[in-house]
Structures are given as structure tokens and as C-alpha cells.
């Protein structure tokens, strides 16, 4: 990592360690459906390599999104009501994990395009007001 200092963020990652180990501990169950829900982010997490790690962030978020309900019915009914049984709690946490995924992959993209057209749009505007006064300047075009 440029810029940053020997050793600086182990001490973070030790907290996130325990963090982790102290919830699979005192709330396995609770545990086991966060990691079940929220996997896409996860394997993104740990095989993302750019700086910051963007795209795993951007599917935690919206894979976290879709996990709130499923984890309120969870936490709300205890172990009679299981809400991943049915199948619809997965898949609205990984749809909205990959949505994130397409976004943090889809927007630099559509930026880039519309910076180009923007652009492309004002070196138009600037070669017309060139050749306007040009033109009324009565200069000639070959400089």
C-alpha cells in the first residue's frame, strides 16, 4: 500500500477479527444468517484486490439493505420462524448484492460517457464561435 505506514492497519483488522469471532460466539445463529445472506459481499470482500475495495463495498451495502427485514423477523420471532426457509430473503439480499455489483461496475462507465459528451459538445460550441469570428474578422483560415 503507497502511502501508508508499516503495520497500520493490523490493529484493525485484529478488532474485526474479534468482532467476528465474538458474534459467531455469543450468536451463532444470528451469525450464520448474516453470513448467509451477505456471501456475495463476503467472497467479494476477500478476493476484491483495487484500493478501498469498491465493488465488495458497494454489494455489502446493498446486500445489508436487503438483509434488515430478514434479520427484524429473525431476531422478532426467534428460531419458530425462520425467514430464509422460503427462499425469498436470499434472493432479494444477493439481488440486491449483485445490483451493487453492476453499479459499482456500470457507473464509472456512464460517468466516463457523459464527460466525453459534455466535452465534445463544448469544443463544437468553441470551433463555431471560432469560425464566427472568423469570419467577422475577416482573418484567414489558414494560420
Sequence with gaps: MAGKAEGVGKPLVLLHGLACGGMAALAPATMAHLVLLLAPGLVMLVTERRPGRPIARGMLLFGLAGSVEPMRVFWVAGSAVDPLWD????????GLAAFGWLLALAVPALVEIVVIAAHRARAETLRATRDELTRIWGLDDAD
Excluded: D, I, K
Design 87 to 94: 427462499g425469498s430473503s436470499v434472493a432479494l439480499a444477493w
